[in-house]
Nanobody
Framework: VQLQASGGGLVQAGDSLRLSCAAS????????VAWFRQTPGKEREFVAS?????????RYTDSVKGRFTISRDNAKNTVYLQMNSLKPEDTAIYYC???????????????????WGRGTLVTVSS
């Protein structure tokens, strides 16, 4: 299983970015998918997730609600994170993660995910 995250970059505060996470060797349509982020010296932080069942419930960390949207394109086997109104505090390495066996109460917990992408750096300047 390979998860290839892309779409990061250097932007100014208020700009938008869309991160992509393309999967190979695994059918994401049956997985819970998520994005986490990490900055130096800090633990990996939950950002957003979409539960694995049809019409899947989404979860967002409070600081991104109303600005970020997680979605997936099953035909392309790809997960997206649309990030709008970016702030300097959104600066981090963003990781995608997937898992096929999570229960709803666990989808914000990084420890529960079995498969991870390598990360893409997002830098937001003020």
């Amino acid at each position: 299983v390979q998860l290839q995250a892309s779409g990061g970059g250097l932007v100014q505060a208020g700009d938008s970015l869309r991160l992509s996470c393309a999967a190979s060797g695994r059918n994401l349509s049956r997985d819970t998918v998520a994005w986490f982020r990490q900055t130096p010296g800090k633990e990996r932080e939950f950002v957003a997730s979409e539960f694995r069942f049809t019409g899947g419930t989404t979860r967002y960390t409070d600081s991104v609600k109303g600005r970020f949207t997680i979605s997936r394109d099953n035909a392309k086997n790809t997960v997206y994170l649309q990030m709008n109104s970016l702030k300097p505090e959104d600066t981090a390495i963003y990781y995608c993660a997937v898992d096929g066996s999570l229960i709803l109460s666990s989808i914000t917990n990084a420890q529960q995910y079995d498969f991870w992408g390598r990360g893409t750096l997002v830098t937001v300047s003020s």
